[in-house]
């Protein structure tokens, strides 16, 4: 396996005792073997930073400064106890400080809410963000040990020669000394920072601080904080629904603990333990589950338009293994799955259409084995109906970890029934429940429509009945190639190209070359057009970016989700490429005539470069494809 290159070099600052070894591990087990890694490295421990005076301190974030992006490990802050176990020159400030100052930047911290591991504090659903300024005051303080009786005074000597002079206090004995700082511009950072992340995650701000006693300094950072609010974000918090208010310390603190009282968590402040029955399967999980299941669902073939099935419908034949399968529905991977929470393609049906379509079941046949004494019933009961939906598909021990099979393609029952039930000269939809791609070369011709569901879970029955009726326009795309039959390569779509033309001796002498389904396929109730496909630039160098667009509109008569697909390719290169590789997509709903520019924007370095014998990422110069909807874009990258 390749590994992942890097662009951009990561500042490691390495730290104190365990998080070394930590660090260590984290780069040998989970980096080292897949990325590339490109690093500036800064020892942070105590030993080095004593050794180097602090300056290694300094010298980390200034690098950060350069690159943008570092990983700390956590670091001793020396007390007196560690100045003596440590030898240490002094006792030196704490990194942590250092580095934001220098980088003034702000600091967010904000617990992680994880479903299953429940807080403390049963009530608490969100987490409250603390904005921590990272500039000045306690972190770039002067402190002075005061030895005896004196007078300690702040002053300011401007450059202008001003000079501004305040007793501090008049000391008759020892005591300690400490004076702190900020300015203006660090101030105006620390509030927009405040803003636009109050903003990106929908939260109110509340900004308090004790001006009735610091008259300046206090009194500064509420001034500054309002006239950029009123200026610059008033009306952004306004249409976001959230607010921004200025508040005593005293006042921030009662509105919490009045909160608190309304919730009762002075009286039981502890969260109960869940039950695994009030851990898992709960409505926002089903709900979930079910839109995953509904996006992912495909329509691979819809000939006459036979789905959504028509009003004039009143009798539909489930036959097949999989009507009444829960097992299997959930697929290899779902350890905590039980097969009686699972909605079977049946219950979904039901639920679906009600009274207003007779539904007849016949399993049929089993998913393997040699019994047909099922197929009888299954025959009559299809000949009653007006549709038949046929529902196979794989067990899930068929696929997974351990669990090959010789062929890709249905076991014969199942194949049998299907070509059986053909005698009732019936309207078929062919639904498959797999976990892989399936062979369907004796199965395709066979059927007007085929819906690929795969193995959806607790909640596919719904979904899938959704599609069926029309109340779900189907916009899944495949994610995996669906050969015509087993051995068919490629069956990935990224292939390079051959070195053999595509003549009668570079093809397949008995089938087609090109898959039944490629990558990217899916249908849709409704049509999508693309037109006015275009690129910002013909001609770029390699440090430029360059953006495609193309517009897409919803031609049909109903209600669409889109996926566009963005691939990229380098037809002439010093070695082989991919003859095109997906790059980027997006997925949109267009409404009824509307038409919706869709932008990729090119980076050349990520998009378009590739790792040569050394293992590095190398761009070459030349020309380049971008492809979407069917239209080819051509472009140069020059040196």
Excluded at 490 to 510: E, K, L, T
């Amino acid at each position: 396996m390749e590994k992942i290159q890097m662009t951009t070099p990561l500042v490691e600052m390495d730290g104190d005792e365990m998080t070394r070894i930590l660090w260590q591990y984290i780069k040998d087990e989970l980096i080292y073997p897949f990325i590339d890694l490109k690093s500036e490295y800064y020892d942070l421990g105590l030993v080095h930073r004593n050794e180097t005076d602090d300056k290694v301190t300094f010298d980390s974030a200034y690098a950060t400064q350069k690159y943008g992006v570092a990983v700390k490990c956590a670091t001793i802050t020396p007390n007196a106890a560690r100045v003596k176990e440590y030898n240490l020159k002094e006792m030196w400030k704490s990194p942590n400080g250092t580095i934001r100052a220098i980088l003034d930047g702000t600091v967010f911290r904000a617990p992680i809410v994880v479903k299953g591991i429940e807080p403390c504090v049963k009530n608490w659903k969100k987490p409250i963000t603390i904005a921590r300024h990272a500039y000045g005051d306690v972190y770039k303080s002067v402190e002075i040990d005061v030895p005896g009786p004196g007078t300690a005074e702040l002053v300011f000597t401007g450059d202008d020669g001003q000079v501004i002079k305040e007793t501090i206090h008049k000391f008759d004995g020892p005591g300690v000394l400490q004076g702190q700082h900020n300015v203006d511009k660090s101030i105006e950072s620390f509030a927009r920072s405040c803003f636009k992340y109050a903003l990106d995650t929908k939260q109110t701000l509340w900004f308090a601080t004790k001006d009735t006693i610091s008259k300046k300094y206090d009194h500064t950072f509420k001034d500054i904080f309002q006239e950029i609010f009123d200026a610059e974000y008033k009306e952004q918090f306004d249409a976001a629904g959230i607010e921004y208010f200025y508040t005593l310390i005293d006042d921030a603190v009662a509105r919490i603990l009045r909160v608190k009282f309304r919730l009762g968590l002075f009286d039981e402040p502890y969260t109960k333990e869940l039950t695994e029955q009030e851990r898992y399967l709960q409505k926002e999980d089903i709900a979930l589950a079910a839109r995953l299941a509904e996006e992912s669902m495909v329509l691979l073939k819809n000939e006459k338009n036979l789905l959504p099935l028509s009003s004039t419908v009143k009798r539909v034949a489930l036959i097949g293994p999989m009507v009444k399968d829960r097992s299997d529905l959930l697929g290899a991977w779902a350890f905590k799955g039980q097969a009686e929470d699972v909605e079977t393609i049946y219950e979904g049906m039901q639920k679906e259409f009600g009274d207003k379509v007779r539904l007849d079941y016949e399993q049929g046949c089993s998913l393997d084995g040699n019994d047909e004494s099922g197929f009888s019933a299954a025959l009559k009961t299809a000949e009653a109906s007006d549709v038949v939906v046929v529902c196979l598909g794989e067990s899930k021990q068929w696929s997974g970890e351990n669990a090959s099979r010789s062929t890709i393609a249905l076991p014969d029952i199942q194949e049998k029934l299907l070509l059986h039930l053909k005698q009732a000269n019936k309207p078929i939809v062919l639904v498959l429940s797999s976990g892989r791609p399936l062979e369907l070369i004796r199965l395709e011709p066979q059927v007007e429509a085929i819906i690929e569901m795969w193995q959806p879970g607790v909640a596919g029955g719904t979904p899938l009945a959704g599609i069926l009726s029309g109340r779900v326009n189907p916009s899944g795309k495949l994610s995996v190639t669906f050969p015509l039959s087993t051995g068919q390569i490629p069956i990935y779509y990224n292939m390079r190209q051959s070195a053999r033309p595509f003549d009668a001796m570079g093809d397949y002498q008995d089938i087609p070359t090109e898959p039944l389904y490629p990558f990217g396929y899916g249908l849709s109730y409704t049509t999508f057009t693309y037109s006015d496909a275009k690129l910002s630039s013909l001609k770029i160098k390699k440090n430029q970016k360059i953006t495609a667009e193309v517009t897409v509109t919803n031609a049909g008569k109903v209600e669409g989700k889109e996926t566009v697909l963005w691939y990229v390719s380098d037809p002439f290169c010093s070695i082989s490429r991919p003859m095109k590789e997906l790059n980027f997509f997006e997925k949109q709903s267009l409404k009824v005539g509307e038409s919706r520019v869709f932008r990729f924007e090119i980076d050349p370095m990520r998009d378009l470069s590739y790792t040569d014998a050394t293992g590095k990422r190398f761009l070459e110069a030349g020309e380049f494809i971008v492809s979407v909807g069917g239209r080819k874009l051509t472009f140069e990258v020059v040196d």
